[in-house]
C-alpha cells in the first residue's frame, strides 16, 4: 500500500497559522495532499487537528497562510464554497439530522449535485423527476456500498453510535467529494466496527479513487491505512511522511510515549 | 402446453420453461433498493453464457465448480451452467472459516469456484495453496476486488464474454452438452456438517433431485405461480430443493435477498406463497412479535389478546376445516380484518399458502400460534441423504408431535431396535469417496439407515421421532436417558436459545443452558436490570431465577412420564458465552455437536456433578474473520427443583 504511486498535488497548504486571541492553534504548517492518496493527521488531544480540517473546508479562516486546492490559491473561503468544489467532510461528533431516515440523510448528501429550482421540485414533474431519480439512484449506490439495506428507512437517531457513523460517511460520499476531510472515523468504536470502517475508507479510495484525509489518534489504525502521515502536537508541526518514517522519528514516539528530550 | 415429464436434468428444464414461459420471471434480486427480475427467456441466455465461459476456462463433464456465497441468481444461475456441460456444483456454506472450506475443496476435488465477493475471495486465497486441484476463481461482487492481480482470477462478467465468444467460436457445442446429459449423471454434492467427524460429500443424481422435487410438488399441488424467497443457505439441501430444484421442475420464480439482514423485510414485500423456515426462525418471529406487543398502546394489546385467545380456541378447527359455530366463525372472521391478517402482512406470511418446518421440535404453542392464525405450517422429517423428504404431514392431519406420514415413493420401516430406515427414489447415489461410510449407511437394497429412533403412532398412523438413536443412552439407575427429548421442552421457551443435557453414564441429568439475548435483554431491560453483554447478563441472579422457573416447569413436566421422570434436570448452568459454529460447538446448519460441547467444557461437566457451586473457566473463540481470543468468567451453577413422578406417589401412599 505504502509504495504506490501517488498522484499530483490537489491541496497544499502554505505555512498556516491560527490563533484564537492569544492561544496558538496552528503554528505555520505546510504540507500537501497528492491525488487518490490517503493523507493522515494525526497527534495528541489538542494538537489542532480538528482545527486544521476546519481551516481546509473553509469553517476557520487562518490569520496567515494560504491554501492551494486544485491550483486555486486563497486564505478564505465560505464551506459552502469548499464543499461545491469538491470538499466533503464528517464531523468527530455526529452532524446527522436524526430524525430523518438514513436514506434521507444521504439524499442531503446529494443537494449540491441537485440542479432544478424549487419549483420543479415542487411540482415533481419533468426535469426535477428524472433528477430525483438519478439523485436517488447514487443514494443507493452508496447505501450499498456501506451496506446499509436494512436500515435504509430507519431514523437514524435509532440507530447504535457505530451505524451512525457509517451513515454520516454516506452522507459525505453522497457529495461525490474530490477530497474527503474524515474527522476521527473511528472514534468510540470498538475493534469490529474500526476494521469495518478501515475496510470502508480503503474500499471508498480504491473504488471511487477519492483522496482522503483524516485525523485520527489511534496510532495502529493509522499506520496501516495511510500513504503519508502529517503529525502534529501542539500546533506545530513535527513530522511528516510515509508510516515507516514517522514511526522512527524520535520526536513522534517522545510526542506520544511523553518521553523528555536529552539534549 | 404441459411440460414433459422426461426432462431429466435441470438444463433441459430450463429449456422447457424458455418454451413454455418465457416472459414468466424465474427469479428476482433486490438491487439498489428494487425488486430486479429475470424472465425464464433471460435467465437461459445468462446462463448459457456463463456455461461456454466456464468451458473455455477448462470445466469439463464430472468435474466439479464450487458456489460459495449468499443466495444470489448468479450463484444459481452457475449450478445449471455447471449442470449444462455435466459437471457437478458443490456449493459451500458461506460463513464456513477457511479451514472449514479448505477440506471441502480438496475433498470434493473442485476444479473451479465462484465466490460471491471480496471476503470469500480473500478466504480461497489464503487456502488455495491447499488444495492443488483448485485453479480458476470467479467472483461475483467487483467491489474492493479491482486491485488484485492474479491471472487465476477473473470477474464474473468477463467470463460471461469469453463464453459468447466459445459460443460462437464452437456452433452446437451447448446444445450437444445439455442433450449428452441425463437422469443417472450426478446433479449435485452437497456436503452435510454432521455433529461429529468431517464432512461427507452426499451425491445425488438428477433423478434423485428432480423425481424428489415433482413428487413433492405433486402432493402439495403447487404451480408456477408460487412465490418463494430463497434466504437458507445454497450448500444446504433444502435450499436446493425449494428455492432451486421445485422452481425449475415447477417453473415458480425465487426472490433473493437484498442482504442477510433484511431478510424479514424482504419476505414482508415478497409475501412468499410457500415458505420454509427452521423452528428457530419461527420462535424468534414470535418473539419479535410479542416483544412489541408488549410495547403497543393498552388498547391495542388488549385487542391483540382477546382475538389471539379466540384464535387458539378455534383458529386451528378453522384451519382444518372442521365445524364451528356461527358466531365463532364470524368472530374469526372479525379478528382476521383486525389482527390476525394486519400480523400475518408484518410477519410476511399473508399469501402463506404452504409453510414447512423441519431439522428440529417444534414448540406446540408456537406451531399452533402460526396455525391458530390461519397459516398452514406442517412439519416434515428428512434428511440430505434423500434430497429432504421422507415424511410429510398430510393437509388436515397436522400435530405438533409428529412428522407425519410417507411422502410419495417412499418406504418406511422401523427396525427392532427403533431405528427409522427408508427408500426412495431419492435416496443418495454414495458419500464421495468414502466408501466405509457409504456401505455402513446405505444397504444393498437401497434401504437407508436414518440414525434417527422413532415408532409409528398408532392413533394417527403418523411416525415419531424420539432421538437421535445415538444420543439415547442411560443413566446409572438404568433408566432412559433421551436428550434431545427434554432439551426441546426446555427451548420452547423463548428465553432458551440452546440447551445441552448430560447424564449418560451418570448418576443424574444435568444441563448447559444458553440464554436468548433479545428475550432476555428485553425482559432485563423492562425490569430496570442493567447489563453490559452477553457474559453480564447470563450471570446476573435474577436470569438465574428465570431460567430456574423454567427448568423446574420442564422438571413437573417430565416427571409425568414414568419411562423419563428420573432424567429431571438436577443441576444446572448458564453458559457464559453462545455455541458457536465458528468455535465447532455447532454445525452449519445449527445443530449441537454434544461431544464436543462436553469435552470443551469437561471443567465445567465436572463442576455440574461435583457439587460445586460455581466454576472458572477460559475459553478460546474465534472470530469471524478466524482470529482468536480469550473469554474468562465465573459460571454459577444452580439446583434445580426435582418433582415426584406419579408412579412414586402411588407408590409412598400404598
Known amino acids: 500500500m505504502n509504495t504506490r504511486e501517488l498522484g499530483d498535488v490537489i491541496l497544499r497548504v502554505d505555512n498556516i497559522s491560527l490563533s484564537f486571541g492569544v492561544m496558538k492553534v496552528l503554528d505555520d504548517i505546510s504540507f500537501d495532499v497528492r491525488k487518490g492518496e490517503i493523507r493522515s493527521i494525526i497527534g495528541p488531544n489538542g494538537a489542532g487537528k480538528s482545527s486544521m480540517l476546519n481551516v481546509i473546508n473553509g469553517f476557520y479562516h487562518p490569520q496567515q497562510g494560504s491554501i492551494t486546492f486544485k491550483g486555486n490559491t486563497r486564505r478564505q473561503m465560505a464551506p459552502h464554497v469548499a464543499a461545491s468544489q ?69 431514523p437514524v437517531g435509532k440507530l447504535p453510535y457505530g451505524l451512525q457513523k457509517r451513515v454520516e460517511l454516506g452522507r459525505a460520499l453522497a457529495a461525490e ?45 493509522v499506520m496501516d491505512l495511510s500513504d503519508r502521515v502529517l503529525v502534529l502536537d501542539y500546533g506545530k508541526q513535527l513530522a511528516d511522511g510515509v508510516p515507516d518514517e514517522v514511526r522512527a522519528n524520535q520526536d513522534v514516539i517522545d510526542a506520544y510515549l511523553g518521553v523528555p528530550h536529552e539534549e | ?26 427469479i428476482r434480486e433486490k438491487d439498489l433498493g428494487i425488486w430486479q427480475s429475470w424472465t425464464w427467456a433471460e435467465t437461459a441466455t445468462e446462463i448459457r453464457a456463463l456455461a461456454c465461459g466456464l ?14 456465497g449468499d443466495n444470489r441468481p448468479r450463484l444459481y444461475w452457475a449450478m445449471t451452467a455447471a449442470q449444462a456441460l455435466g459437471a457437478v456444483p458443490v456449493p459451500l456454506y458461506q460463513d464456513s472459516v477457511a479451514d472449514e472450506m479448505a477440506y471441502v475443496l480438496d475433498n470434493a476435488d473442485v476444479k473451479i469456484a465462484l465466490a460471491e465477493d471480496q471476503e470469500q475471495v480473500d478466504k480461497l486465497l489464503e487456502i488455495r495453496e491447499r488444495c492443488p486441484g483448485l485453479g480458476h476463481i470467479i467472483y461475483d461482487d467487483t467491489r474492493g476486488l479491482r486491485t488484485y492481480d492474479y491471472d487465476f482470477l477473473h470477474d464474473f462478467e468477463q467470463v460471461q464474454r469469453a463464453g459468447v465468444e466459445y459460443d460462437q467460436q464452437h456452433e452446437g457445442f451447448y446444445e450437444r452438452e445439455i442433450e449428452a446429459g441425463h437422469g443417472g449423471e450426478v446433479s449435485i454434492t452437497l456436503y452435510t456438517s454432521g455433529t461429529t467427524g468431517n464432512p461427507k460429500g452426499v451425491v445425488l ?50 426472490s433473493c435477498p437484498e442482504n442477510a439482514s433484511t431478510v424479514a423485510n424482504d419476505l414482508r414485500e415478497i409475501g ?58 364470524l368472530l374469526y372472521r372479525l379478528g382476521d380484518i383486525l389482527v390476525y391478517g394486519p400480523l400475518k402482512d408484518v410477519l410476511g406470511l399473508r399469501r402463506t399458502r404452504l409453510a414447512y418446518t423441519a431439522g428440529e421440535a417444534i414448540g406446540p404453542d408456537i406451531f399452533d400460534f402460526y396455525r391458530s392464525l390461519g397459516i398452514n405450517i406442517k412439519q416434515l422429517y428428512g434428511q440430505t441423504e434423500c434430497m429432504v423428504f421422507i415424511c410429510v404431514q398430510p393437509d388436515g392431519e397436522v400435530y405438533a408431535d409428529t412428522v407425519g406420514t410417507p411422502a410419495i415413493d417412499v418406504e418406511i420401516r422401523v427396525e427392532d431396535d427403533g431405528e427409522i430406515m427408508y427408500r426412495s427414489p431419492g435416496v443418495f447415489q454414495a458419500y464421495y469417496k468414502n466408501p466405509e461410510s457409504t456401505a455402513s449407511t446405505k444397504t444393498d437394497d437401497g434401504w437407508v439407515h436414518t440414525g434417527d429412533a422413532g415408532f409409528f403412532d398408532e392413533a394417527t398412523g403418523h411416525l415419531k421421532i424420539i432421538d437421535r438413536a445415538r444420543d439415547v443412552g442411560k443413566l446409572n439407575d438404568g433408566t432412559l436417558f433421551a436428550p434431545k427429548y427434554i432439551e426441546n421442552k426446555l427451548k420452547f421457551f423463548s428465553f432458551i436459545k440452546e ?28 425490569r430496570n436490570i442493567a447489563y453490559t453483554g452477553y ?110 413422578s406419579p408412579a412414586e406417589t402411588r407408590g409412598a401412599a400404598a
Not at chain 1, 433528477?131 to 436494512?150: K, T
Not at chain 2, 468451458?55 to 460459495?68: D, H, N, Q, V, W
Not at chain 2, 430463497?230 to 425465487?254: I, K, R, T
Not at chain 2, 460455581?614 to 474473520?625: A, K, L, P, R, Y
Open chain 1, 86 to 154: 469538491g470538499i466533503a467532510r464528517t464531523f468527530q461528533n455526529i452532524a446527522l439530522f436524526k430524525g430523518m431516515s438514513t436514506l434521507d440523510n444521504i439524499m442531503t448528501g446529494r443537494n449540491l449535485k441537485m440542479k432544478t429550482n424549487l419549483f420543479w421540485q415542487a411540482l415533481h414533474v419533468g426535469p426535477a423527476r428524472t433528477e430525483e431519480l438519478e439523485n436517488r439512484e447514487a443514494a443507493e449506490r452508496i447505501i450499498d456500498f456501506l451496506d446499509i439495506q436494512a436500515i435504509r428507512k430507519k
Open chain 1, 177 to 221: 467529494p474530490e477530497l474527503l476531510l474524515l474527522d476521527e472515523p473511528m472514534a468510540g468504536m470498538n475493534s469490529e466496527e474500526k476494521e469495518d470502517m478501515c475496510r470502508f475508507i480503503l474500499d471508498v479510495n480504491s473504488e471511487f479513487g477519492t483522496t482522503i484525509t483524516l485525523i485520527e489518534h489511534d496510532m495502529g489504525v
Open chain 2, 1 to 26: 402446453m404441459e411440460q414433459d415429464t422426461n426432462l431429466d436434468t435441470f438444463p433441459k428444464l430450463l429449456q422447457s420453461h424458455v418454451k413454455l414461459r418465457p416472459e414468466q420471471a424465474a
Open chain 2, 55 to 68: 468451458a473455455s476456462l477448462g470445466l469439463r463433464r464430472g468435474e466439479k465448480l464450487a458456489i460459495i
Open chain 2, 205 to 254: 443424481s438428477n433423478d434423485n433431485v428432480i423425481v424428489t422435487a415433482r413428487n413433492g410438488i405433486v402432493r402439495e399441488g403447487l404451480t408456477s405461480r408460487e412465490e418463494v424467497l430463497a434466504y437458507l443457505p445454497m450448500a444446504w439441501v433444502g435450499d436446493n430443493l425449494f428455492s432451486y430444484a421445485q422452481s425449475y421442475v415447477a417453473g415458480f420464480c425465487v
Open chain 2, 272 to 329: 412468499p406463497t410457500y415458505y420454509f423456515a427452521p423452528p428457530s426462525i419461527y420462535e424468534n418471529m414470535l418473539t419479535q412479535v410479542m416483544i412489541r406487543m408488549e410495547d403497543a398502546a393498552a388498547i391495542k394489546r388488549r385487542m391483540f389478546d382477546y382475538f389471539m385467545a379466540h384464535a387458539r380456541r378455534v383458529g386451528v378447527r378453522i384451519l382444518n376445516r372442521e365445524p364451528v359455530s356461527l358466531k365463532d366463525s
Open chain 2, 499 to 526: 440447551a445441552v443435557l448430560f447424564g449418560n453414564a451418570r448418576d443424574y441429568s444435568t444441563a448447559f443452558i444458553n440464554i436468548d439475548l433479545d428475550a432476555v435483554g428485553n425482559w432485563a431491560e423492562r
Open chain 2, 535 to 644: 457474559i453480564d447478563l447470563a450471570s446476573q441472579a435474577a436470569v438465574y431465577d428465570l431460567i430456574k422457573e423454567c427448568v423446574d416447569k420442564v422438571n413437573r413436566d417430565i416427571s409425568e412420564d414414568r419411562q423419563l421422570a428420573n432424567s429431571q434436570i438436577r443441576r444446572f448452568l448458564i453458559l457464559h458465552k453462545e455455541l458457536d459454529a465458528d468455535d465447532g460447538e455447532l454445525t452449519r446448519t445449527r445443530k449441537v455437536r454434544r461431544g464436543f460441547v462436553g469435552e470443551r467444557y469437561d471443567k465445567l461437566v465436572e463442576a455440574l456433578y461435583s457439587g460445586q457451586d460455581q466454576c472458572h473457566i477460559e475459553t478460546e473463540v474465534t472470530f469471524e474473520d478466524g482470529r482468536r481470543g480469550k473469554l474468562s468468567a465465573d459460571v454459577r451453577i444452580v439446583d434445580a427443583e426435582v418433582y415426584p
